[in-house]
């Protein structure tokens, strides 16, 4: 079956350093990636869409310069949360999609604490 | 706006003692809707995908159904290791044709005690 691998599973870094976290089709390729933030006790709540080879689409009211999207192949993604504080401490996870109309796999999520 | 509403939020069961969760939903256009179970730490695990209303599927203890307005996964028997958070979401089409991306539910929170 579909595996989305995301790594790493958790980071803590200090204020004001940047993190990246990395999304990755295994077996097959991703044309499109999602991104995903969710709070304890709360639903995933969608940041952004990104299609290979072009700019990501952001949800209203995700910053997309604080949250820098890249997906440079059919199976990579990765979100780099730039200048992070505190309140951007959270879960972020990852799916995968083969093609429009298709199945979504997820990755294990990334556990983010910011000190 | 495509909504997705839960409940009940949490759900203690004993061991086997069967029971069923609710996911209601206001979309224009369904093109699917999906249930998955997220342990914690964990990213949500595929269970199912219902298309249209009447249809039914079942894996194990689960069995998800659907109607035009809501959704139930009914767990039979259940057990210890089925604890877990249960989330459903939606899929709706565009005026296009295409689909939109998923809207989740924010999940039933399910302690199968022994």
């Known amino acids: 079956g579909a595996v989305v691998s995301q790594h790493p599973s958790w980071v803590i870094c200090k204020s004001g350093t940047s993190v990246k976290i990395e999304c990755r089709s295994l077996?097959?390729?991703?044309?499109?990636m999602f991104w995903y933030r969710q709070f304890p006790k709360q639903s995933l709540m969608l940041m952004a869409t990104s299609n290979e080879g072009s700019k990501a689409t952001y949800e209203q009211g995700v910053e997309k310069d604080k949250f820098l999207i890249n997906h440079a192949s059919l199976t990579l993604s990765t979100l780099t949360v730039t200048s992070a504080h505190p309140e951007d401490s959270s879960f972020y996870i990852c799916s995968a999609s083969a093609r429009e109309n298709y199945g979504y796999t997820f990755g294990s999520g990334t556990r983010l604490t910011v000190v | 706006e495509d909504q997705v509403t839960q409940s009940p939020e949490a759900l203690r069961l004993q061991e086997g003692e069967s029971s069923s969760l609710n996911c209601s939903y206001t979309?224009?256009?369904?093109?699917?809707l999906f249930w998955y179970r997220q342990d914690p730490g964990k990213g949500p695990e595929f269970l199912f995908t219902?298309?249209?209303a009447g249809e039914e599927k079942e894996k194990e203890r689960l069995k998800a159904t659907l109607t035009k307005k809501e959704s139930f996964l009914h767990i039979t028997a259940p057990k210890p290791e089925d604890s877990a958070t249960y989330l459903c979401a939606v899929q709706a089409f565009l005026s296009s044709g295409s689909a939109r991306q998923l809207t989740f539910g924010s999940g039933t929170q399910l302690t199968v005690l022994p």
């Open positions: 077996d097959f390729q991703a044309t499109t």
């Open positions: 219902l298309y249209s």
């Open positions: 979309v224009s256009g369904l093109r699917g």
